[in-house]
Nanobody, 117 residues
Framework: QVQLVESGGGLVQPGGSLRLSCLAS????????MGWYRQAPGKERELVAL???????YYVDSVKGRFTISRDNAKNTVYLQMNSLNAEDTAVYYC???????????WGQGTQVTVSS
């Protein structure tokens, strides 16, 4: 079993910044990638950023240049630094551990990010 716990969400003004953290614990192995997803009210969950086991990253176009995904393997933690936030970034943000083929993926419980003045 793997547990993923997100933190760092909250209320921020437009143009502000937040850093989300995802702490992984349990039987952590055979990880293909770690991802941050978000789901806004009435919308489908979407992939925001991904960091693969080799270190390469992916960002959805809407966050490129504003968000940065990183990891600290010693701390079993993945981060999402979010800058220049706007109202469209308001959503529940979820961390996901993506296993190698044949393995099981895991989700965190989510953390709310609200961008509002």
């Amino acid at each position: 079993q793997v547990q993923l716990v997100e933190s760092g969400g909250g209320l921020v003004q437009p143009g502000g910044s937040l850093r989300l953290s995802c702490l992984a614990s349990g039987s952590i192995f055979s990880i293909n990638a770690m991802g941050w997803y978000r789901q806004a009210p009435g919308k489908e969950r979407e992939l925001v950023a991904l960091i693969r086991s080799g270190g390469s990253t992916y960002y959805v176009d809407s966050v490129k240049g504003r968000f940065t995904i990183s990891r600290d393997n010693a701390k079993n933690t993945v981060y999402l630094q979010m800058n220049s936030l706007n109202a469209e970034d308001t959503a529940v943000y979820y961390c996901k551990m993506i296993a190698v083929a044949g393995g099981r993926d895991y989700w965190g419980q989510g953390t709310q990010v609200t961008v509002s003045s």
